[in-house]
């Protein structure tokens, strides 16, 4: 995990390197999601929420790969609620509703 960009490792509970060994023996040091060897800890659930039931053994690749689909979806999240904000109606003009319901000018002879 890129932790110069993060916040996390503050919000992490000062007994963090205790319970990421409980979880990493606890799973048998093998990934959760690809059962290759594991040297991570992960938060199944995203959230501040560091009970064992939501922490999971994972291997760097697949921690990787799961934090960036994350950090994709929130940024697609966060996209999609700024374009609704940002969002104008359409303007009208007076009288019509669609240029095309307009009605053909006359020609003047020119």
């Known amino acids: 995990m890129a932790w110069e960009s993060s916040d996390r490792g503050s919000r992490l509970p000062s007994d963090w390197p205790q319970t990421r060994v409980r979880i990493l023996r606890r799973d048998a ?6 059962g290759a060897e594991a040297t991570e800890v992960d938060h199944i659930k995203a959230g501040d929420d560091h009970s064992d039931e939501n922490l999971q053994a994972i291997c760097t690749p697949c921690h990787a ?3 960036s689909s994350e950090g994709g979806a929130a940024r697609a999240r966060e ?4 374009r609704a904000m940002i969002k104008r109606k359409p303007e009208q003009t007076p009288g019509r509703t669609h240029w095309r319901d307009a009605k053909p000018r006359e020609n003047k002879g020119f």
């Open 79 to 82: 996209l999609r609620q700024l």
């Open 65 to 67: 790969r799961k934090s």
């Open 29 to 34: 040091y093998a990934c959760q999601l690809c």
